[in-house]
């Protein structure tokens, strides 16, 4: 595990606000999407399969999935069987993808004998609109997909006004990830998303750097540009965590 001082060395943005707009969907609850999506969201992996083919029907039974761009299942196969910090954070991971702005609607979906309970995750979800995200445990019922395309299609009912609208750029938080590094990386695509960072952030805006591990070897840059002292100490951390964690 390294050792870091902090010498910070700050460049001037090349960029100035100009005050831009995107066309997004603004949310009950302030925040924007820069997509209108309708998901139905596991309580845990058991699901999968069923959710796919509520979603299958719903489109085939609905035709215009409008105002909804598209529609997803977030298949994953945690939720059951977990414990400690395991199980929450997959309680979390689900909790921030519901809330999340780029939903315009969700289906939570659960099983019925999982210890990620449905019934946890809605007391959770005491802050959303009901309209607009539904609960079904499929032991609950008799007919789990009618219950279920039952509520797809209200979901989709209560969408039907949705209409993209001016937001400001400041309000983008773009998630940066590694789609895969070759030769040309270094030299054309890191630095286009290093410029594209500076422009949004120069328009009040964020990005976020992901997979700590891509960032070793040259965590120093980043620790020269910490903001002070204090955000320093955090990428340190952060580095230093995750080396720790591959060693273990």
């Known amino acids: 595990i390294q ?52 979603l299958q029907r719903f489109v085939r039974e609905t035709g215009d999935i409008a105002p909804f761009d598209n529609v997803l299942v977030l298949k994953h196969q945690y939720g059951c069987s977990q414990l400690g910090d395991d199980h929450e954070n997959t309680k979390q991971i689900l909790l921030n993808a519901i ?13 019925g004998c999982e210890n990620n309970e449905l019934a946890g995750m809605k007391e ?3 802050d959303v609109n009901l309209n607009r995200v539904k609960f ?10 009618e219950a279920g395309v039952a509520l797809l299609k209200e979901i989709h009912e209560a ?5 993209r609208e001016d937001i400001p750029l400041s309000e983008l938080k773009i998630g940066l990830k590694c789609g895969g590094s070759d030769g040309f990386s270094g030299i054309t695509a890191n630095p286009l998303l ?8 120069a328009q009040g805006g964020s990005t976020v750097l992901t ?19 204090e955000v320093f100490h955090k990428i340190v951390h952060l580095i230093n965590d995750f080396k720790q964690y591959f060693i273990k």
């Open 3 to 54: 050792t870091y001082s902090y010498t910070p060395r700050f460049a001037e943005n090349p960029y100035s606000n100009e005050n831009r707009t995107f066309k997004g969907f603004r949310r009950e609850n302030g925040n924007a999407g820069v997509r209108n999506e309708l998901w139905i969201v596991p309580t845990v992996g058991c699901v999968n399969g069923i959710a796919e083919k509520m």
């Open 99 to 111: 809330r999340h702005p780029n939903a315009g609607g969700v289906l939570v979906l659960g099983l």
């Open 124 to 126: 959770a979800l005491q």
């Open 136 to 145: 079904l445990e499929s032991q609950s019922v008799t007919d789990e997909m």
């Open 159 to 163: 969408a039907k006004g949705d209409r």
């Open 194 to 201: 290093g410029r594209f960072s500076d422009y949004i952030i």
């Open 211 to 229: 997979e700590v591990p891509e960032m070793f070897g040259a965590e120093t840059i980043l620790m020269q540009r910490a903001a002070n002292e």
